[in-house]
C-alpha cells in the first residue's frame, strides 16, 4: 500500500510524476530558501499549529526588519503567506493580511492569484464579530489596494458586494468604515458601484443614520451629481426614490420614521441648493416636487419637517448657500413661528439692499414649487391641521413667502399669495367644514407683521 503515499501527481522517492507519466526529478525543499531560520515558512500550511506559524511568521519579519526587502524572501511572503489566509485560525488570518499589507511594496505581487485575494478578502468580511480583528484586516487590505493604480485595486463586483451587506447591518461594528470606503469608491470609480447598484445601498444608509453618516454620503451624492462625467450613473425616478418615499410616506407613531423623514429632508435640501439638483428634481415631470407638496395635506404626513425644509429653502435668513456641518441639522416648525424667530433673521435680511445670484437661483426654485400647488398645500395644511405649530407656519410661510425682499417673484405668482382664492372661499362659505379655520388662518396672517 505504498502507493497510498504519493503526492497529488504520484511522487516517488524525490520525483515528481507528471501528467503524461514520466518522471521529473524535484529540487530540494529548502534549497531556495532565502534565509537560514529553525522553522521555515514553506512548511506552514493551512493546518499547521497556530504557534509554530507565530514563529514563522515572527523570524519572516525579523529577517526582513535586518536585511529590507530582499527580492527572495519577498517572494516566498507573497507565496507562501496566501495559504494563511485559509489558516483554520481567525488570529492568523489577520496576522497574514497585515503583512501582506505592511511587507509588500505593492499589490502587483499578488496579480498571480488576484481571484484566490478576493475570495479570502469576501469570506473574512462575511464573518461574525468574533472574528472582528480578521474583518478589519481584510478591509485594511482593500483600503490599501486603493493607495494605487485602479487597476490593482482589490474592489471587484464581488468584493463590492460584500461591502455592500455589511453596509446594510446597522449594527455590524464595521459598518461605518465600510460606508465610507464606499463613499470613496463613488467619487473616485462610481462606476464600479454603479455596476452592482450600490447607490441605492449608500442612499439607504444616509437614512438610517447616523447624522455623521447621512451628512458625508450627501455630501458624496452631491459630488456626484455636480460632475458631467459622473451624472449619468444617476437615474431619475430611481436614484433618491427613498427620499422621496421617506419623505411623503405616513408618519403614524414611529419615531423611526420621523428620524429618517428629518434625514430625507436634509438630503432633499442639500441637493436643492445646487443647479444639478434642481435639475435632477425637475426632470421626470417634476414628479417628485409635485409629491412633495401633495403630501403637506395629507393626515400623519410629514408636515412639520417638510415645513422647515421650506423655511431652509426659502426663510428669510441668508443662510441658502450655507452648510452647518459641524451641528446635526434641525428641521423645527418652531422657527418659524412669528415669535420665535432668530433676532438676526429680519434686520440681516433688511440690512442687504441688492441681489446675489443665489437670490435668482431660489426664485426659480420657489416658482416650480408654485407651480406644482405649493400655494393651495399651504392652504390646505392651515386649515385642516389640528395641530396649532403647524397652522402658525404654514400661516406665516403664506404671508412672507409673497414679502420676500431677495425673491423678485413675477406678479403672477405673487398675485397667488396675496389673493389665496381658495382660502377666501373657504371663508366665506359659511356651509363650508373649514369655514371657521379659514377665517382663522386669515385672522393670522393679518396679524403677522409685513417686512
Known sequence: MDYLNEGVFGSIDGRTRSTSGSTVWRAATHADAPYDIGLPLENCTESSEPDKVNDCLSEMASYLDRHGNHNSALRVLSHQVLRLLAHYKWYIRARAYRMLRQRLPSPRALEYCRQYMELCVIHSLSRDDGAHEEREQALKYVRWTMRYDEDLWMLGPHVVKALMAVAEQVDDRMRNICLETLCEVLVLAPERLWYVNGIRTLVQAALDGPWSISI?????????????????????????????????????????????????????????????????????DRRMIRALVQSLGMVDSNGKIILGMLLELFGLSDEFDTIQFQQQPRFDVELLSPFHLPAFTIPQTAARTRLLPVDYMRTLLLMVFIDEGLVEGLVAVATESDQPDVVDASSTLLKWLSQHPHMPLPERYVAQFQTLTTLVNSALNEDAAQALNAKRVISKIEGIPSL
Open 216 to 284: 458625508a454620503i450627501s455630501t458624496t451624492l452631491a459630488h456626484i451629481f455636480d460632475r458631467a462625467e459622473t451624472r449619468k450613473y444617476i437615474h431619475v425616478g430611481i436614484t433618491l426614490g427613498g427620499v422621496i418615499s421617506a419623505l411623503t410616506e405616513p408618519q403614524g407613531k414611529d419615531q423611526m420614521l420621523a428620524e429618517r423623514a428629518k434625514v430625507a429632508a436634509f438630503m432633499m435640501t442639500q441637493l436643492l441648493k445646487s443647479w444639478s439638483g434642481i435639475q435632477y428634481f425637475l426632470s421626470d
